[in-house]
């Protein structure tokens, strides 16, 4: 028993060590991310240009670019001018780091023995949750959404959803061809029904995020784009497909209550009045992340109410 238990705490202590450098990993990327938002919608080159302070414009040497540690170091401070640094900074590293550590939890990576599909699926989640954290950034800061940005995570989202759902099938063909009752099976139409179950998934996840997309366009026409802007329309768009049915219409509950709370405490807090406006995008997409990860069980407690 005394062995097992070392065997599990070392294990636990290993598991953990991943997970951590994970979260480093992610930060060093949500770092970048948040450049990459600040430059895409200010128009600057994302790679050719070194890192700079906002404020006094000097070069950042790599000692003031650590994740986290420079901002705790200097402060929240540029080390030229003494400027202020954005908050933002470390809320992108720290955002980004989680969300790379909740994908590789998700997904089991480091919990049982890793095929490649898993490795696909991380892939396509740390994509889809990076442009996630730029489109977050972006909305924050400068109340836009970069279309661009949601038009590469609508290609990917259709990419790889088409791809997973076609690796379905054929895996199904792959092992039914190997065995007796599969062949029968595949005569009598197992596989066609499959396959009409996943074009009608597909169906139901691009159909409903139509509606989100249409939902957001009545609202930026009764507001005239002063609560919500058209680019909210693309995102709605690109949620509706990545949570796909019901979860979508989760997400954007989700959003709205989310967004409806932290409109209310500025208010409460004075810092906000009842005609100010607020970045509506970043509340849906965390309202998405959170239909992501646990969309079944909020659906499975609300569905046991009645």
Known sequence: MLFAGKVCYILSMEIFLYYFFIFIAGACIGSF????????????????????????????????????????????????CGAKLSVFYPISEILTGLLFVFAFYALGIFNVRTQIIQVVQLVYILIIFSLYVILIMADAKYQLVPDVIIYIALACVVIFTLGFKTYDVWSIYDRFQTQEL???????????????????????????????????W????????????????????????????????????????LGSVFSVFLIVLKRKTMKDTIAFGPFLLLGSLVAFGWGDVILRWYLSIF
Request: glycine share 10%; charged share 20%.
């Open 182 to 216: 599969g062949k029968y099976m595949i005569k009598a139409g197992y596989l066609t029904e499959q396959i009409k179950y996943s074009l009608r998934d597909v169906a139901f996840d691009w159909g409903s995020a139509a509606v989100i997309a249409f939902f957001f």
């Open 33 to 80: 991310l948040n450049v990459v938002a600040d430059r895409i919608i200010n128009g600057e080159p994302i790679v050719n240009d070194r890192s700079r302070c906002d404020s006094c414009k000097n070069v950042l040497s790599p000692k003031n670019l650590i994740p986290l540690l420079s901002f705790i170091w200097q402060k929240g401070k540029c080390v030229h």
């Open 218 to 257: 009545v609202l930026v026409k009764l507001t005239k784009e002063r609560g919500m802007g058209y680019g909210d329309i693309n995102l709605g768009l690109l949620i509706g497909i990545f949570n796909g049915f019901p979860a979508n219409f989760l997400a954007l509950f989700l959003g709205f209550v």
